[in-house]
């Protein structure tokens, strides 16, 4: 017979198992992370694990969302802050530092990225493509910011910059350094 749970232990364990499952698909990626491993770090068993979430690849996508709207609605403070484009590269900085501790943020075209996206349900998918589409928005829906150049132009530079995260272990320079100077130059040239 299973153990039942309060629901002051079913929250922290729910937590737990995001919060072991964000730390070993940093360190091991998506395939090396088993359910076993995940069960042993949170002091569940296998059995109890399919009582907080319906499968591994939903683990995954709850955590991934999570980390994307937690990364968003901190960087929507600081542009609420700052109400300008200063406030934008400050966000911009906010959002590449979440970016370096959590690589699975970035890592999307790795084959361990491939195999999740491909075991995910429709919807699960869904759900990911609309917590992207969240962060998109932060930098369209600021009334109080207009774009000097095309928006899909400024999209593409801004992604770009978030991305450039993937070489930043060849870059002469400190990484954070690099990427703090191109938005320090470039945000003058993308918003009024």
């Not at 232990?9 to 090396?32: D, F, M, P, R, V």
């Not at 399919?50 to 999570?66: H, I, M, N, Q, R």
């Not at 484009?85 to 959002?95: H, P, R």
Request: glycine fraction near 2%; hydrophobic fraction near 35%.
């Amino acid at each position: 017979m299973s153990r039942s749970f309060t629901e002051r232990e079913k929250q922290n364990i729910k937590k737990s198992l995001q919060e072991a499952c964000k730390q070993s698909w940093t360190q091991y990626g998506y395939k090396k992370t088993s359910v076993d491993g995940l069960c042993k770090q949170v002091g569940i068993s296998k059995g109890a694990f399919y009582l907080f979430v319906e499968s591994k690849e939903a683990l995954f996508c709850e955590v991934l969302c999570s980390v994307q709207e937690q990364i968003c609605n901190a960087a929507s403070e600081v542009i609420e802050k700052h109400k300008d484009k200063y406030g934008v590269a400050e966000a911009l900085k906010l959002i590449y530092r979440e970016y370096d501790k959590n690589n699975f943020l970035y890592d999307s075209d790795s084959t361990d990225f491939i195999i999740l996206m491909n075991k995910l349900s429709e919807e699960q998918a869904k759900k990911i493509e609309e917590s992207n589409q969240m962060n998109q928005k932060l930098f369209f829906s600021q009334p109080y910011l207009k774009f000097k150049v095309d928006a899909d132009l400024a999209m593409s530079v801004i992604y770009s910059l978030i991305m450039s995260i993937k070489n930043k272990a060849v870059l002469p320079s400190n990484h954070m350094e690099t990427f703090d100077f191109m938005v320090d130059h470039l945000i003058d040239s993308l918003y009024e």
